[in-house]
C-alpha cells in the first residue's frame, strides 16, 4: 500500500521522522550548512533571478545509497545535453516562493521529467538558495527520501535525453571525480559516472554535499577535463 502524498490540505510535509541511519550526515549537513559554503553565487540582493527549484532525491538501490539524475536534451537552450537534478522554475499555482512553492515545484518537475511518483517521496530538508549566474536562475535545492521507489524514465524526449541513478560509492570514488576547465577559466568540480560527465551547478551541489557529510574521500584535484564554449 502506498503512503499518503506530501502534499496534504494543501501544505507540503517536510519530515526527518523514519529515514535511514545512514542519512544523518545529510541532514546534518543541510541543517549547519552555511550559503556561502555551498557557492560563491548567491541570490541578488535586489530579488532578481526566475525562483527554480531542484530535487536532490536519495534512494537505496542495489549498491547501497544513490542519487537520481537526468540528463537533459541537447536540443534545450539552457543547460543542453548536462546531466542535472530533476527541476526546473515555479508555476504560479506552486504557491508562495519563500514558503512551499519550491517544495512543491520540486516533486512536480521531477514527475513531470521523469516519471517519478511523489508520494513515494518523503523531503527531509531544504538547502539556502544559490543563483545560477548564466541562465538567472535562483534556485532552491529541496532534499528527499526515496521511501518508497517507482519506476522513473525519459516523459518527453524533448526536454529529457535520459533519467538515471548514480550510487554515491561511484560518486565518491577517487577515480571518478575531476576539475572541470572551462575556455572562461572557471574550474570546478566534476564527476564521471554512468557514462555521463556531470559538472556545473549540479556537480558544484553533490561536491558539497560529500564534503560537508564527511563522505568526501581525497582526490586528485589536477586530474583535469576540458570543456568547450558550448557548455
Known amino acids: 500500500m502506498r503512503r499518503a502524498s506530501n502534499m496534504q490540505r494543501g501544505r507540503v510535509a517536510v519530515s526527518k521522522e523514519g529515514l535511514p541511519a545512514w542519512l ?11 550559503p556561502t559554503q555551498l557557492s560563491r553565487f548567491l541570490p541578488p540582493e535586489d530579488g532578481a533571478g526566475r525562483q527554480s527549484a531542484v530535487l536532490i532525491l536519495f534512494g537505496e538501490g542495489e549498491r547501497g545509497p544513490e542519487l ?22 515555479l508555476d504560479p499555482e506552486d504557491g508562495d516562493p519563500r514558503g512551499d512553492g519550491p517544495l512543491r515545484a520540486a516533486l512536480r518537475e521531477a514527475e513531470e521529467e521523469t516519471g517519478l511518483d511523489p508520494s513515494g517521496v518523503q523531503l527531509f530538508g531544504v538547502l539556502p538558495r544559490l543563483y545560477i549566474p548564466v541562465s538567472g536562475f535562483v534556485v532552491t535545492p529541496v532534499l528527499g527520501w526515496w521511501r518508497e521507489p517507482s519506476p522513473v524514465g525519459v516523459v518527453d524526449p524533448n526536454e529529457t535525453a535520459r533519467v538515471f541513478t548514480v550510487p554515491v560509492a561511484d ?8 576539475t572541470t ?6 574550474q570546478g568540480p566534476a564527476f564521471l ?15 558539497r554535499l560529500l564534503h560537508y557529510a564527511g563522505w568526501e574521500r581525497p582526490w586528485d584535484r589536477e586530474k583535469q577535463v576540458p570543456l568547450d564554449w558550448r557548455a
Open 24 to 34: 544523518d550526515p545529510v541532514v546534518h549537513a543541510v541543517e549547519t550548512v552555511r
Open 68 to 89: 537520481l539524475l537526468m540528463e537533459r536534451a541537447s536540443s534545450l537552450r539552457s543547460h543542453a545535453g548536462q546531466p542535472s537534478f530533476p527541476g526546473g522554475a
Open 171 to 178: 560518486l565518491t570514488h577517487p577515480a571518478n571525480r575531476a
Open 181 to 186: 576547465i572551462h575556455p572562461s577559466g572557471h
Open 193 to 207: 559516472v554512468e557514462s555521463a560527465l556531470v559538472w556545473g551547478f549540479t556537480a558544484g551541489i553533490i561536491d
